[in-house]
């Protein structure tokens, strides 16, 4: 492969995270599916915003939150997303520049459609239920992607969250397309398993004809290949991709690579908000995999980054990731 | 006195907080004040941002933080501050009205004038420095205050920062006029030394004549009274207002009240932030006092709302303050 300008590019929704708790009891009378993530309309983002506690807000969005930080871990990363011409739209853009990112996709104008928002709840038990209005991210389409950026970037970084926006679907699939013409790989999360389900023929497809390195939960992987069973499911996984990772919570992970399997335990951590754990884990893994490291440290990055977002609220870190950087030069290769 | 419809009336600035973490290096090259609060311009505003680490959003205002906590941990409070009418001011009264605070000012129409926002850089020895764009609060007049309100709260409580914005200054006044009227108590904050030294003279005319319950810390009392000695400014403040209360970070506080002097020692934290511990002391406090438990109690109440609130970044608590209701429910009176 020839050197590339970029380590990363992610091609993800922007969105702006509202954080605030909320007891189970709340989840149940408003209709939430716990630990979800639910798709909602403008009418809904207001009356459910109405009924939130008092929160906080930070810039969100799957990929974007791994762009944020595996640019904080020193990896050369691009994003492309899009935000309104709004409040929270430079709320956006200010996070991810000011972490590193490279962010060259055009504001939405002329419009009256707002910067996409998450609404999150989060339990006693720190597990996060949220609901999403896309707003802005739906007129993401492949004018949108650059080809020459793709090209420029080792790894191109695609959320399964992009496939509810319909004209993204299509920006996805080419930036796919042109990511493996370029001789790149293309890395994919399957980002929510009901996602996986509203979409599974496609998303199948795409794994099989499209990904090389997939993220996914234990949740996510038996739903796309319907199972019970996250072996067997993992198995599948293997035998389709060349770099299958699987985060199981606290049970650790594994990395499925052809012949090699990699467990890795979680780290420690003070559990307060697990928003943007997996994220966060992706992100760890993609910057020492294109430092040259090898899986078995990737997967130990990625579990300390993720240790790092879910011990406050919210789903970036907040503050240097100077000790990860540190332990990530000392890992062997 | 006769029953009141609120315990507590803030009036204060209605603003938006950005905390994002910072090394003394960076205070120092943006020119800034460590551990002050300097007013900005909307130019300087932008670019100062620009300047930041990617960070997190939350209402803020000192007096509408101590609301916002006073109001969760049990008191029946209200807010009068100004704010634009746009996403961080629909932001701004969600989440006071969440915390169960009454809202009813107009928000500033008809203007390009947004909501105030207050860019706080958090060192590593927890220290905040503070930038604020005033924004649609210096529209905030006399004319925003409702007698019959003030007159059906026991505590007006204003914050010094409201001196800044010049038809605020009139607002303030105007407020402990009436209060004072209706036979109600006004509680003041002199809220940062340098506003202090800003403004001595109207302080100084203003605690001597028209204040009950006065917050400040050292530096604010040392400020007040042009010594060097906390003591003697102590002293100074307990011949001038019924209550005086000095806060002293990791020292703990001392309320002195006429004949009585009460210290308290600082509740044990791991301090991430000390953004908003002055205010949340001073919702403990008013909250306790005028739940009619004795000063000592108050005292008590207010360290462990502080200490609730520097363990994380951000000036309001995350989550119920249920630990501190019951603890002030089972506190002798």
């Given at each position: 492969m020839t050197a590339t300008r970029f380590d990363l590019l992610g091609i993800g929704n922007a969105i702006v995270d509202v954080v605030a708790t909320a007891h189970d009891s709340d989840i149940a009378r408003l209709g939430l599916r716990k630990g979800g993530m639910t798709l909602i309309d403008a009418a809904q983002a207001v009356s459910l915003?109405?009924?939130?506690?008092?929160?906080?807000?930070?810039?969100?969005?799957?990929?974007?939150?791994?762009?944020?930080?595996?640019?904080?871990?020193?990896?050369?990363?691009?994003?492309?997303?899009?935000?309104?011409?709004?409040?929270?739209?430079?709320?956006?853009?200010?996070?991810?520049?000011?972490?590193?990112?490279?962010?060259?996709?055009?504001?939405?104008?002329?419009?009256?459609?707002?910067?996409?928002?998450?609404?999150?709840?989060?339990?006693?038990?720190?597990?996060?239920?949220?609901?999403?209005?896309?707003?802005?991210?739906?007129?993401?389409?492949?004018?949108?992607?650059?080809?020459?950026?793709?090209?420029?970037?080792?790894?191109?970084?695609l959320e399964g969250y992009l496939f509810d926006p319909e004209p993204a679907q299509e920006a996805f699939r080419y930036a796919a397309r042109l990511a493996r013409q370029a001789g790149r790989r293309v890395a994919l999360s399957l980002s929510d398993p009901f996602c996986v389900g509203r979409h599974r023929a496609a998303f199948r497809e795409l794994v099989r004809d499209q990904t090389d390195i997939l993220f996914a939960n234990e949740a996510e992987i038996c739903s796309l290949y319907e199972t019970d069973d996250v072996f067997a499911a993992a198995a599948a996984a293997r035998a389709e991709v060349a770099i299958a990772v699987i985060t199981r919570g606290a049970a650790g992970s594994m990395v499925l690579a052809g012949p090699v399997a990699v467990e890795v335990a979680a780290e420690p951590a003070q559990v307060v908000d697990t928003t943007g754990a997996g994220d966060a884990y992706a992100a760890g893994f993609l910057a020492a995999l294109t430092q040259g490291k090898n899986l078995a440290v990737a997967a130990l990055l990625g579990a300390r980054a993720a240790a790092r977002v879910i011990e406050h609220y919210g789903a970036r870190p907040i503050g240097a990731l100077d000790g990860l950087n540190a332990a990530l030069a000392g890992l062997e290769d």
């Open positions: 915003y109405d009924a939130m506690a008092p929160g906080i807000e930070s810039s969100g969005g799957s990929v974007g939150n791994s762009c944020a930080v595996a640019a904080t871990l020193g990896a050369r990363v691009a994003f492309l997303g899009k935000v309104a011409d709004d409040v929270l739209g430079r709320v956006f853009r200010h996070d991810i520049e000011a972490a590193g990112v490279h962010f060259p996709t055009t504001p939405l104008g002329g419009s009256e459609v707002p910067t996409a928002r998450c609404l999150i709840m989060v339990t006693p038990d720190a597990q996060r239920t949220m609901s999403t209005y896309l707003g802005a991210c739906v007129a993401f389409s492949a004018d949108d992607v650059d080809p020459a950026l793709v090209a420029d970037a080792a790894i191109t970084y």
